[in-house]
């Protein structure tokens, strides 16, 4: 079946700009996190839900970036008032939950100029 | 999360088996050791994950230290598309739920053919 999809594949915007990037994940997939990985770095993890709980927020860097994932299915990651510091390739991944494995988007590759 | 040591990078010829150790010193009884792979331009990608005794899969082995405190991913035959960064992450499963992934820099494997 299809993977996880995310959309846009790339985004540049201007500093100051808001972004909204979406991540559809496998169906059937109870689990989906959110990460972020810079050139030669390993990813950095965000953010993950539970259906549509919001289970663990704690890396997200500060409050322009949040996230919902309000019916439990598609979940969108925004970025308020970006700065260039927020360029970086951004991953989701989704999983069935429990110990099953984490499966991985191609990402987002946001430029912000 | 416990932290995880790996070497940043190991060459392997082709044909050959290749062993990526990880030392975890400070693993917990309730911690599952993970492995992800992520190849170049690609998404991280499941690899095995194990608790105790030793795993094998399609993909490859993980070998676990009696103690746990060190575990060595075995692949058996490396091929040229076995090039890539090797993750081995430390996660705790509390009664089902999956938790995030923490990554670290991981190993960066090269092959010669």
């Known amino acids: 079946g299809a993977g996880v999809s995310q959309s846009p594949r790339y985004k540049v915007t201007k500093r100051g700009q808001d972004v909204a990037l979406r991540c559809d994940p496998i169906?059937?997939?109870?689990?989906l996190y959110w990460y972020r990985q810079a050139l030669g770095q390993g990813p950095e993890f965000l953010t993950y839900?539970?259906?549509?709980?919001?289970?663990?927020k704690s890396g997200l860097p500060n409050d322009r970036f949040s996230a919902e994932r309000p019916e439990g299915s598609i979940s969108t990651l925004t970025i308020q008032r970006t700065e260039q510091r927020d360029s970086a390739m951004y991953r989701c991944a989704s999983s069935r939950g429990g110990r099953s494995p984490l499966h991985f988007g191609n990402g987002t590759r946001l430029t912000v100029t | 999360d416990a932290k995880t040591t790996q070497p940043n990078s190991m060459e392997s010829n082709e044909e050959e088996p290749v062993h990526l150790p990880c030392n975890h010193s400070t693993i917990s009884g309730t911690d599952y050791i993970h492995w992800y792979r992520q190849l170049p331009s690609q998404g991280p990608e499941y690899v095995i994950h194990g608790l105790t005794s030793n795993v094998n899969n399609r993909m490859a082995s993980l070998a676990i230290a009696e103690d746990r405190k060190s575990s060595t991913l075995i692949l058996h035959r490396a091929t040229l598309r076995d090039a890539a960064v090797y993750y081995c992450i430390l996660k705790v499963n509390y009664g089902g739920s999956q938790g995030n992934l923490i990554f670290g820099k991981g190993t960066k494997l090269s092959v010669k053919p």
């Open positions: 839900f539970n259906y549509e709980a919001q289970q663990d």
């Open positions: 169906s059937g997939h109870v689990s």
